[in-house]
Antibody, heavy 122, light 108 residues
Framework: QLQLQESGPGLVKPSETLSLTCTVS??????????WGWIRQPPGKGLEWIGT???????YYNPSLKSRVTISVDTSKNQFSLKLSSVTAADTAVYYC??????????????WGQGTLVTVSS | SYVLTQPPSVSVAPGKTARITCGGN??????VHWYQQKPGQAPVLVIY???DRPSGIPERFSGSNSGNTATLTITRVEAGDEADYYC???????????FGGGTKLTVL
């Protein structure tokens, strides 16, 4: 059974960089059929797609966050990571990693991590 | 950018049928996916490609998509169906993934 687990600091100071890692177990991140994504959810609000990466390095980012986001993959550790720079209180959210079933015209998340709350505060 | 519109809330009595809509410009030309999220939990995929159900999802959950509206239908609603539901598409014209704003289903 595929499992994803987010890890990283739960508290980040304003203007600093938020860094999270998603560790995949029960399957290979290098599987050619899948992409890997990050989604966030501010407290009491809806889901927001952050971005998606293929193990080969291709990335897709939400245009509203693109200037601040970097998603990378480490196949040797079966992990992928998120960096979000210049954070403000508006970036406080539960951050989820998920497996993305993508083809040329569709994308959907079929496996999700449990999520991790990141609070931006001094 | 592509926008998906959901009603903020839907209420239904136990045993009745709930319908949650997701509106978007010509959404019928896209594949719509639906997620259920219960409080404090990660979302769960309940419908994909408009009307397919992942294994383990009850047959009471079904979906349809035509014109400018996609619909998630839950028949014989149970208390355990109370949750937030989100629709989602991939906008291939801009290579962006879009979620609807979510609908809170309340079982009366």
């Amino acid at each position: 059974q595929l499992q994803l687990q987010e890890s990283g600091p739960g508290l980040v100071k304003p203007s600093e960089t938020l860094s999270l890692t998603c560790t995949v177990s029960g399957g290979s991140i290098s599987s050619g059929s899948y992409f890997w994504g990050w989604i966030r959810q501010p407290p009491g609000k809806g889901l927001e797609w952050i971005g998606t990466i293929y193990y080969g390095g291709s990335t897709y980012y939400n245009p509203s966050l693109k200037s601040r986001v970097t998603i990378s993959v480490d196949t040797s550790k079966n992990q992928f990571s998120l960096k979000l720079s210049s954070v403000t209180a508006a970036d406080t959210a539960v951050y989820y990693c998920a497996r993305d079933q993508r083809d040329g015209f569709n994308s959907l998340f079929d496996y999700w991590g449990q999520g991790t709350l990141v609070t931006v505060s001094s | 950018s592509y926008v998906l519109t959901q009603p903020p809330s839907v209420s239904v009595a136990p045993g009745k049928t709930a319908r949650i809509t997701c509106g978007g410009n010509n959404i019928g030309s896209k594949s719509v996916h639906w997620y259920q999220q219960k409080p404090g939990q990660a979302p769960v995929l309940v419908i994909y490609y408009d009307s397919d159900r992942p294994s383990g999802i009850p047959e009471r959950f079904s979906g349809s998509n035509s014109g400018n509206t996609a619909t998630l239908t839950i028949t014989r609603v149970e208390a355990g169906d109370e949750a937030d539901y989100y629709c989602q598409v991939w906008d291939s014209s801009s290579d962006h993934l879009v979620f609807g704003g979510g609908t809170k289903l309340t079982v009366l």
